[in-house]
């Protein structure tokens, strides 16, 4: 009965370095969600995973962002070229998507610090 | 896409006030608007949802209403209790009925 599981839950790094988050949803969830979190800031939408469909990519901010699952379950989020406004909590959500059933259960989130 | 503006930005009452945070939204294809509430230091927890079938929907002291002509959802928390201190996030599925597009949330501060 394992939630939403994100690691690190920390990364720190220095300015033009790769970086790569990674996101293990609750099983049998088929959606999985990334979200940017900054200081004080909403939860801004990144990209979106459902089934075997391709996914919805319109949030990701610039070509340096990019994402995959694997076996439509685990979910790496892959940010090249790291620069200080990337610094911010990355939030990955699955949720079940069945019928009525749309509720996000989210991660406790990536705390991502560039120097 | 889908653009989900709220306010206010924060909102402060005293225990035992009413609250009220408004959205509104974009697409008018959008059926799917939830609310989210996030403690400090928490991840956020879906605290009711409404789909567009519906103008009303409550639980206990929380409550959402939607109007579709003008595109815009409000939750309405009555009898606030200094627990219910948290961010707020609205929501709206967004035009391709696949991501869930948040608004940029409320903070909302109940004091005793």
């Known amino acids: 009965g394992a939630g939403v599981s994100q690691s690190p839950s920390n990364k720190v790094t220095e300015k033009g370095k790769d970086v790569e988050l990674r996101c293990d949803p609750i099983?049998?969830?088929?959606?999985l969600y990334w979200y940017r979190q900054s200081l004080g800031q909403g939860l801004e939408f990144l990209i979106y995973?459902?089934?075997?469909?391709?996914?919805?990519k319109s949030g990701l901010p610039s070509d340096r962002f990019s994402a995959e699952r694997t076996g439509g379950s685990v979910s790496t989020l892959t940010i090249q070229r790291t620069q200080q406004e990337d610094s911010a909590v990355y939030l990955c959500a699955s949720s079940p998507r069945d019928g009525s059933n749309e509720k996000l259960f989210f991660g406790s989130g990536t705390q991502l610090s560039v120097l | 896409g889908e653009n989900v503006e709220q306010h206010p930005s924060t909102l402060s009452v005293q225990e035992g006030d009413s609250a009220v945070i408004k959205c509104t939204y974009s697409d008018s294809a959008s059926n799917y608007f939830p609310w989210y509430k996030q403690e400090l230091g928490k991840r956020p927890q879906l605290i009711i949802d409404?789909?567009?079938?519906?103008g009303e929907k409550k639980d206990q002291r929380i409550a959402v209403t939607l109007n579709k002509t003008a595109k815009h959802f409000s939750l309405h928390i009555t009898e606030t209790q200094p627990e219910d201190s948290a961010v707020y996030f609205c929501a709206a599925r967004n035009q391709a009925g696949t991501a869930l597009i948040f608004g940029k949330g409320t903070t909302l501060s109940v004091s005793s």
């Open positions: 099983s049998g969830h088929t959606a």
């Open positions: 995973f459902q089934g075997n469909s391709a996914p919805d």
């Open positions: 409404i789909r567009s079938n519906v």
